[in-house]
């Protein structure tokens, strides 16, 4: 966009700002040439958020306005003439109207319904509704709402009492605009200012947020060139800002600093985890965690301890004691078991029950990938799954992260799995992710599986599939029962297992030989 054109905010454009300044800015000024095509996955939660608003759209007759393709301003007259003709519900309308400095600012509300009041159209005036395919009312959703409802006010000069969230499920949310107003009005400010000094907003790389934008590897290379401390462990936005006021810029600059000088912005227990990490990752090797215990000058129930006192009075703020006694809870069995599930969240599905059976006396590597071709067979493969690990009744059961957990507990629910089978069987769960977290501190820029297990040196079969993109493959395959997808989900499943396996197997080395 070049310096004569006046800026247009979308809804969809200030959505972009709440969640990443840098991504909203690109969208407009950015090369094309360095944006990603969109991920399998992010395509299919639009055709997903797509089919869910035609569904919720198809409860009641609607009339939507017509006009060209990304016409707005003629697709503002349309939905104008609908709104003026007294249209009991409009769908996909366009809202338009420009500021005083004369950006323009566009909305498109799913669904406007007509209720009585009076308005400059008679008596009536419209309500908004946004139709998402989220679980829980988000704060941009209500942001986006209220950015709506303010464009409408001006468009029929009255202010509707409410706009409406329709969620996953039917599920409808009333948007007080009492507060969320004024929280949109200030990041609108924010936003149009950013934009129009076109000056590009910081690098920052937020795991959580970044993942799915089509922007994150020219964020990303930026980040790594500048060796940038979002991309360490724990360094949030507001940590972020905490640092840069104590004059840490580097990753090297934490790792030489004080508990002392770090506990001034951050609690005691991320202080002392985030200097380890800094650590950890300016010297490039995996670092034994220790207890660290806080000052007791800020915990007066600790001048009961007299050793603690002393080393209190002596200035020191922390205390390398013996490795975490947690390093204990880690078995080598002559039967271990790891475990990996892929599921379709969509449907509520848990479709793959990935097992490897590592047997030492034998030195043998089973995988028994227990796959429901069909959604109507995850029973089934629910009891393969127990029938199999009953057989080796003593193997504990490894596994990353917590979904394992919860979703064995969901399928003996479901299935009304006798409790003398499950309640043996959980306590054999071990979550290695959690021994990661709890023991180690490791050079890693997340503490994902990937990211782990090539620390380690360990690669999956196929490099660019991902465990969301395993959720499009199965999909797909339902549709057009290509084997060959099913057959790329069981690789990608038995190389979690065989990382999960690696990464246990290198903490238990660990262990031995120490910090």
Request: net charge neutral.
């Amino acid at each position: 966009m070049t310096n004569d054109k006046q800026l247009l905010l979308t809804d969809e454009l200030l959505l972009d700002y709440k969640r990443c300044r840098r991504r909203a800015f690109l969208d407009i000024y950015g090369d094309p040439s360095e944006q990603e095509q969109p991920q399998d996955f992010l395509l299919k939660l639009r055709q997903d958020s797509l089919a869910h608003k035609k569904a919720v759209l198809a409860l009641a007759p609607h009339q939507k306005p017509n006009y060209p393709d990304r016409d707005w301003k003629a697709g503002a007259q349309a939905t104008w003439n609908l709104m003026q003709q007294g249209t009991e519900r409009i769908s996909q309308g366009v809202l338009l109207t420009k500021t005083v400095e004369g950006e323009t600012l566009v909305s498109f509300p799913d669904l406007l319904v007509k209720q009585p009041g009076r308005s400059i159209f008679g008596d009536w005036l419209y309500v908004p509704t946004k139709i998402k395919l989220g679980k829980r009312p988000k704060p941009e959703y209500k942001i986006i709402a209220a950015f709506c409802t303010q464009i409408l006010a001006v468009v029929q000069r009255i202010w509707p009492t409410t706009a409406w969230l329709i969620l996953r499920n039917q599920k409808v949310h009333a948007v007080n605009l009492d507060i969320w107003i004024p929280v949109m009005q200030k990041l609108v400010g924010e936003c149009l200012r950013t934009l129009q000094q076109q000056q590009e907003p910081e690098v920052f790389i937020s795991r959580q947020k970044c993942g799915l934008c089509q922007w994150y590897s020219s964020c990303h290379a930026i980040a790594k060139s500048q060796k940038h401390l979002s991309l360490l462990p724990g360094v949030t936005p507001r940590r972020y800002q905490d640092l840069q006021s104590l004059g840490l810029t580097t990753v090297e600059s934490i790792a030489a600093a004080s508990v002392t000088t770090l506990e001034s912005v951050l609690s005691d227990k991320i202080a002392a985890d985030l200097l380890q990490q800094a650590q950890a990752t300016a010297q490039n090797r995996a670092i034994l965690r220790h207890h660290y215990y806080p000052n007791p000058k800020n915990f007066q129930f600790l001048n009961n301890f007299p050793d603690i006192r002393e080393i209190a009075a002596s200035g020191e703020n922390l205390l390398p004691s013996t490795p975490n006694p947690d390093i204990n809870f880690l078995p080598t069995a002559d039967v271990e078991i790891y475990f990996d599930i892929e599921a379709e969240p969509s449907l509520k599905l848990d479709y793959l029950l990935g097992v490897l059976v590592v047997e030492r006396h034998s030195n043998t590597e089973t995988f028994y990938p227990l796959l429901a071709e069909q959604p109507i067979a995850e029973e089934s493969i629910w009891q393969q799954f127990l029938d199999l690990v009953w057989l080796y009744p003593d193997a504990p059961i490894f596994h990353f992260a917590s979904y394992e957990v919860e979703a064995l507990k969901r399928l003996a629910k479901l299935y009304h799995t006798p409790s003398q089978l499950m309640q043996p069987l959980l306590p054999r769960l071990i979550d290695v992710h959690q021994q990661v977290i709890n023991t180690v501190t490791l050079p890693v820029e997340s503490y994902s599986l990937k990211n782990l297990a090539r620390w380690l040196g360990f690669e999956w079969r196929d490099r660019d599939i991902s465990g969301s993109q395993c959720v499009c493959l199965y999909s797909q395959w339902l549709e057009t029962g290509n084997r060959s997808l099913l057959e790329i989900i069981r690789r990608y499943n038995e190389d979690d297992c065989r990382a999960t396996y690696r990464l246990k197997q290198w903490l238990v080395d660990f262990y031995r030989v120490g910090d």
